[in-house]
């Protein structure tokens, strides 16, 4: 019997000193693994808007952004989560700061968006002085109460900052139909005073997270005339992102000298082809905003109108940020392993080849597909033609990446599975249809529909 110990114990020692030798031996690998990802060895990974999700594998970094001046921040606790985390933002922006601004078409808006709608509408947007964001808490469906809270944080951050209550913005996003308690707000505001400080994106970002995963945020640099600008934004959202004019929050700040008109035809212009050519479930928020500012503090000549060729350079680069910032929504898609460029040729019109690639984006079947790293044709099929746009069965072709599916509305003879599959295993992905009726294309940024998906919305107010 005891013989028989004395080789179990030696068995359980030599398992324990293999054990040992692989640990170290994996020890580099891991430590390699966690310096990509931005941790430090025995560091546990930063805490994502809320508790317990894990880092979307589709992140990307933060980048280093400069100071925008004219632009000062702070961020607090206020208390709108369980949990110890920041929930809290505050710019202050210098005098004659001018906005602009794009809304949700939902029907319920929030309301920080009808607040936002009428200090902004009309030839407003002239002199913005302040910016408040909560997280936590949408202030959506809350009916006049919600109306007045909004009022009275604009009230009280306007004392604060010796400013007009129609100088105040506000943004909020968190569950719908519960009431603003501005008071949480309030109680913070010297603490904000006390922490105004330029840059900070970083921090920005992550306050206003709900279940992101990471904080989002975009630089770039113009030159308006030789003197160079600054662009600097930050966003958030990871689930009900189908935006209608805006993202679910966006916030971009320049140190440009830009009338309101000039930012409102800007910023117009641009979320098409940015925050309106992303998806990730098809649901539209009540609270979908996206701001610009523009302090003027840079040097640069004031521009009054939107046709002035001085804007190209700055035009082309706030629509990099604005895209940045938008694909950084789609890969952190609640749940999301895959980012997807879905493209559409050869539609009627581009308004018809964006309807088209969104029907594609948003199908369940095809995003599921995807997720299961499967090439299924078929449900692109089904998606093109579940539109009622118009298109060619007999021209229609369709690529995932180099590979071809189907053409002439038949599969390809070329198709072969293998590459097809050993392509579906990458994390990014492109799909390629032509629907073979004209001259329209259009692109939109989606990612595939997991069982992680499920999990984040089944719990999200708990």
Not at 194 to 201: F, M
Request: hydrophobic content about 40%; aromatic content about 6%; proline content about 5%.
């Amino acid at each position: 019997m005891s013989g028989g110990s004395q080789k179990s114990g030696g068995v359980r020692q030599g398992a324990k000193a293999v054990g040992q030798t692989l640990e170290r031996a994996l020890d580099p690998l891991t430590s390699a693994i966690k310096k990509a990802s931005g941790q430090k060895a025995g560091a546990a990974p930063a805490t994502p808007g809320k508790p317990g999700l894990a880092v979307s594998p589709l992140a990307v970094p933060f980048p280093r952004m400069k100071p925008i001046a004219g632009v000062e921040v702070a961020v607090a606790r206020a208390g709108f989560y369980k949990h110890d985390r920041p929930d809290l933002v505050v710019f202050r922006l210098a005098e004659g700061t001018t906005a602009a601004g794009v809304f949700t078409r939902h029907k319920i808006g929030s309301a920080p968006v009808d607040w936002c709608k009428r200090q902004l509408g009309g030839a407003g947007g002239d002199d913005v002085r302040a910016l408040v964001i909560n997280a936590g808490c949408a202030n959506a469906f809350t009916g006049r109460p919600g109306a007045d809270a909004a009022r009275r944080t604009a009230s009280e951050v306007a004392k604060r900052f010796d400013c007009r209550q129609r100088d105040v913005l506000l943004a909020s996003t968190g569950v719908i139909g519960v009431v603003l308690d501005d008071r949480k707000i309030t109680a913070k505001l010297p603490e904000i005073s006390q922490g105004l400080k330029p840059g900070h994106w970083d921090e920005a970002a992550g306050a206003i997270m709900t279940t992101d995963t990471f904080p989002k945020g975009a630089y770039a640099e113009a030159e308006i005339e030789g003197v160079k600008v600054r662009i600097a934004g930050i966003a958030k959202g990871s689930g009900m992102i189908a935006p209608d004019m805006a993202t679910m929050l966006g916030f971009v700040f320049t140190d440009a000298a830009l009338s309101p008109g000039v930012l409102r035809s800007l910023l117009s212009l641009h979320v098409r082809s940015t925050f309106n050519s992303v998806t990730v479930d098809g649901d539209t928020s009540t609270n979908d905003t996206c701001l610009l500012f523009a302090t003027g503090q840079s040097g640069a000549p004031r521009i009054g109108r939107v046709g002035d060729r001085r804007l190209a350079d700055f035009s082309a680069k706030l629509e990099k940020v604005l895209l940045s910032l938008a694909h950084q929504l789609v890969r952190d898609g609640e749940g999301a392993t895959k980012f997807v460029k879905v493209q559409v040729s050869g539609a009627a019109s581009p308004a018809s080849a964006r309807k088209i690639a969104k029907s594609i984006a948003e199908s369940p079947l095809v995003k599921t597909a995807i997720a299961g790293e499967d090439a299924n044709w078929g449900r692109i099929v089904m998606a093109v033609g579940k539109t009622e746009e118009p298109v060619s069965r007999d021209r229609l072709a369709i690529r995932f990446g180099p590979h071809l599916a189907a053409v002439d509305g038949a599969p390809a003879p070329s198709y072969d599975e293998g590459k097809m599959s050993a392509y579906m295993k990458r994390p990014e992905l492109e799909i390629s249809v032509d629907v073979g009726v004209g001259r329209g294309h259009a692109a939109v940024w989606t990612c595939d529909l997991t069982k992680g998906y499920i999990e984040i919305n089944g719990d999200y107010r708990s």
